[in-house]
């Protein structure tokens, strides 16, 4: 392995992939914003923040980039994988900018594009993409975040006047966190309970104004500051309420669901839940985001602690010479299983990008009419790998700092602000606790539940009459797997921990008993006992959902491995990924024990194996980091000269 | 369980424990600080923050509890036990107040305090009780932290002038770091290599004044501001560097180690190893300080984060109303068995905390006569007890964070800066990983080898030759477990899981099990493979420091359980140590499946027995958490009140 002179440059063209020219752009683009010193904020007070910010953000819209997810007619690139991967990228810098790109770009320029018809867009795309019309994505309220079905804002049609009487209830019902919102959105799509005829008709989104073109909060609407967050201070988050705001009747965002001039309400979709669970889909862009962009900065800190970790000497050698932190074994472990785990969410989440590119194409059009099982599947794919790469982020980004000591706690060495700035992506566009429990469901109800009632209730009884045993979708990646695990003899001996075939019958034979036995124990709900029983088995849910998600990224390494032309990084790359599966194993190792799936020697050769690859790695560490070509300005803090 | 109606005051008195006065007074200056809003700094910047702090502490100089830890006869209280108390109550507040109150008063003035002698007592401390003069601990540099036998910075006697020359060889000897340097600090404790008559004599302690009495940075001394970090920004941190500082020869803190007029160096310790160690002993003070104060942030985090989950619902559930989140099993299981830990480490502390008071006394000559081989059982509890301590306090309060969702990433709800002060106690007064290896080394040499070489070579050297097996110290809370432990039955149902006597009987066996283990790899090393030997093992060593800490704090939590005296509060701990207990075994099952431990049966009992406990434990989780006693204005954060 040492011999191995594997270049960066082959990881990254295998890394960068079928967007890679986008990925080019915006690393040019940040290197630029950072030779003149633009992302340097961490010395900024929340206002200064804000200010630069926003700047930032007129810069961004300069280069074209937001406008790649936008229909062309309009101006923009109609290239949703595009404009995804844009977004991820952005995660190398400043993740405010990132944020704040994403509430104007993703959220309400998305929002007004899927759910928002043609009146619309003709209105307000092209102000938005150019960044001429800042706007909100109004949805979470104080009282509901994660069930957003029982948001409580009302949008009441009037008639008489053919408005719509925007108002908030009491202060739970106030639309909060709401990023553009305490500064500089003048436009907000809010979701709220439509009523017409004294009838409720489920949660819509309608278009209303919150300031003036000076900048002024207009009457009815109130703005509270969310002031000073654990990060992002360069996002302006507000609480929105509304007190008998009315806009008129073509505010409504009326894709799914319009009312006509006297009141009558008319939808393509008769099923209130479908429809519902159809808005909530057009968000699916946002949590594949969420998890590139959370990608993105991991990479970024873990570029930053190799580097350090490479030129770090701490305590005498046997020859003397003081030693080199990364040569300890304890050290690569904090960082290089990581590592590796890094590289298989990247591959994860490029085939998510290109499902979604796929399925969804550019038109609202295809996203409405896009089949509604692969459309399931992909939401529950993004909700599980939002989930797992947020928390590797956190998880990593925390090592990160730690394996970096003192230096890694001031804020010029930047990882303070990865680690505050990434923290809330656990909680935001979706709970990752209540996203694992949709993967599941899906799971459960293999994607035919997804617009019927989701509640425990429904679910438990779905799978008692329903449940037949795991099915495992035969995605692209898949089929690279089954292809290799069939062409491969069945081995006994310890080293078939190193064997891909073995570890990939391992992750899916995982799946499929947590799920199976799942399922039995759901089958034991009644009418009366539903809840109760799904509740107990709540760790039992999560664990189906995780090695869901854990089998599907190796999927993908697998394919990404098998895909690679350059020898040399191909063989590098295999190391990278037996490191990832074997500390994947070894972490989860009580569950294989316990189940009967590893016998105690070949778990002990497991944990062997992940110190092995450690050590075949090491030499590497810094090519496979740089391989990620985050841009040399934000990856050089002033700690790297210390030592 | 739910029957039981146990008082938290019941409770509290057990936890509060021998200093309960101490306690009971911190916890009132805090809330009266708190009632004025002194406590409050989220929204304020650096500079104000630092000077808020400052403020802060002149008003807690003026309780007299920071005198708790000093000389009667110079007006101090003679209490060390009462003194490393108060500090820890302090982490209920804000910890950058903690954090420089314990750089004032444990670092610069304990540290005159342990090395110096009665010319430093006479001259220095009264003004150092009272905040008269604030001072720094100059020891870690830019290029070694952990290494300090290592420092670079250099203190020559010139007996010409009888004169110390104070000298920083280059920016990698810059001290680095230092707590009160970049605004406050007047004099410093400067570690620096002693060389007199050409000689070097190891490293050292000398007093370095760096500003005069307006506040001026003194010729030679060079400060600069180390800025932002990521949290405890209320605490002046800089850099020091200097260019041929001269002091007299009394500036030498010469307990262990003097200079006499015409250069002749003496000490009352021939070997310089023993020397350096023992000077570095009277650090033990700071670790327990650290541990106890990471503990305070972490109950504060669950009081808030508890108090939450009971009042915030989400979902609809089976009777229409909405479902309390802590109802939900996976939220029970995020903060339960954390909060299971929190009630075992707390005690676990007190323990420590009472063998420093009994060991050490008040005086420096008890610290310098006190038992060699128990001393050095002191710092390895010590240094155990911090790393785990502080890297529970850094999960559970990002568990806290999360519990929390979008609320707890505002800066009103206290939780960023709980999280973001805390993340440094891993690192600083002993990186973790570091700090295993030495409680893993004593382990291996029985204590014996710490004024020694403590090189992997000398280790491994030393494991070869003498080591016997695994010797388990009789603390008293250990004779309390070995009772509890002969005096049952051999059980093999699987309800033994909630056995005392075989939960402690595994934790013992597994400790002693690693520790053999280990020492049968080191005893493969010979001269020339030693370190390779000694880092191979590397996640072997951190491991039989983890599981020796987990003993020892296991053994605390149950005679503390043992001692309480009111009825309905045992029957209560004794639930919350099983939690403890099974939560511990679940996340290490795969270390005792693998070593035919515990049966794959035995095993799944564990993990259902923490999913039944979390149930139990559920209806009693805001009494556990009252019990902390957390000033009520430090735990009713906004948040409590939208729900």
Chains 1, 2 share one sequence.
Not at 266 to 285: A, E, H, Q
Not at 286 to 301: C, D, M
Not at 344 to 355: K, R, T
Not at 433 to 448: D, I
Request: proline share 3%; charged share 25%.
């Amino acid at each position: 392995m040492e011999s191995l002179t594997v270049s960066s440059a082959a990881l990254t063209r295998l890394l960068d992939g079928r967007w890679a020219a986008v990925r080019r752009d915006v690393r040019e683009h940040l290197a630029a914003q950072a030779a003149h010193g633009a992302l340097d904020t961490a010395r900024l007070d929340v206002a200064a923040h804000r200010e630069r910010i926003a700047r930032q953000i007129e810069a961004l819209a300069e280069t074209g980039g937001p406008r790649l997810g936008f229909p062309t007619e309009y101006g923009g690139g109609g290239d949703i994988g595009a404009a995804v991967v844009s977004f991820e990228m952005l995660g190398f810098g400043d993740l405010s900018l990132m944020v704040k790109a994403g509430v104007q770009w993703g959220l309400f320029g998305g929002g007004i594009h899927l759910l928002g018809t043609r009146r619309h867009h003709e209105q307000y795309l092209p102000d938005i993409m150019s960044g001429a019309l800042p706007g909100c994505f109004a949805m979470t309220e104080v009282g509901h975040g994660s069930d957003v079905q029982r948001l409580r804002t009302t949008a009441t049609y009037d008639p008489r006047t053919a408005e719509f009487v925007v108002h908030t209830p009491d202060s739970a019902a106030a639309k909060t966190y709401i990023g553009n919102a305490a500064r500089d959105g003048r436009l907000a799509v809010v979701f709220a309970q439509l009523v017409t005829g004294g009838r409720s008709r489920g949660v819509h989104a309608l278009l209303v104004p919150i300031r003036d073109e000076n900048g002024t909060v207009l009457p009815g609407v109130t703005v509270e500051d969310s002031g000073v967050k654990a990060g992002l201070n360069g996002v302006d988050n507000g609480r929105l309420t509304f007190d008998q705001v009315r806009v008129p009747r073509a505010a409504l965002l009326n894709r799914y669901g319009d009312v006509t001039e006297d009141g009558t309400y008319t939808s393509p979709i008769d099923s209130d839940n479908k429809r519902f669970f159809t808005m909530l889909g057009t968000l699916v862009r946002g949590r594949i985001s969420v998890a590139g962009s959370a990608g993105s900065a991991t990479k970024r800190a873990l570029a930053i602690a190799v580097n350090y970790a490479d030129r770090r000497k701490q305590f005498e050698g046997p020859d003397g010479d003081e030693i080199t932190v990364l040569d300890y074994l304890t050290h690569q472990r904090r960082l290089l299983p990581a590592l590796a785990t890094t590289y298989a969410l990247h591959f994860a989440q490029e085939d998510l990008v290109a499902e979604l590119h796929d399925l969804q194409g550019g038109t609202p059009e295809d996203v409405a009419n896009a089949d509604e099982i692969r459309q399931r599947e992909l939401e529950s794919r993004a909700a599980g790998l939002k989930a797992v790469a947020t928390w590797h982020a956190t998880h990593t980004i925390q090592a990160a700092r730690e394996a970096c000591g003192g230096a890694g706690y001031m804020a010029e060495n930047v990882l303070p602000s990865l680690k505050a700035d990434t923290d809330v992506f656990t909680t935001f566009e979706g709970d990752n606790t209540v996203l694992l429990q949709l993967v599941a469901k899906g799971l459960l109800t293999n994607y035919r539940l997804q617009f019927q009632d989701l509640s425990p209730l429904a679910t438990a009884r779905f799978v008692a009459e329903q449940f037949v045993g795991a099915v495992i979708e035969r995605t692209a990646a898949r089929k690279v797997v089954e292809r290799i695990v069939d062409a491969s003899p069945v081995r006994d001996d310890d080293d078939a921990v190193f064997d891909r075939a073995w570890q990939c019958k391992l992750f899916t034979d995982r799946e499929s008993h947590v799920l199976d036995g799942l399922a039995r124990r759901l089958r034991a709900a009644g009418r009366d006992n539903a809840f109760e029983v799904f509740n107990a088995a709540g760790d039992h849910v999560l664990r189906a959902a995780r090695v869901h998600v854990d089998r599907l990224v190796l999927d993908s390494f697998v394919a990404a491995v098998e895909r690679c032309d350059d020898d040399e990084a191909r063989a590098l790359l295999n190391k990278v990924c037996d490191l990832h599966v074997l500390s994947t194993i070894e972490a989860d190792r009580g569950w294989f024990l316990e189940h009967g799936r590893l016998t105690s020697g070949r778990a002990k050769a497991v944990v062997a194996g992940v110190n092995r690859l450690c050590g075949e790695l090491r030499p590497h560490a810094r090519t496979l980091v740089d391989a990620f070509a985050v841009p040399e300005a934000l990856v050089q803090v002033p700690m790297l000269d210390w030592t």
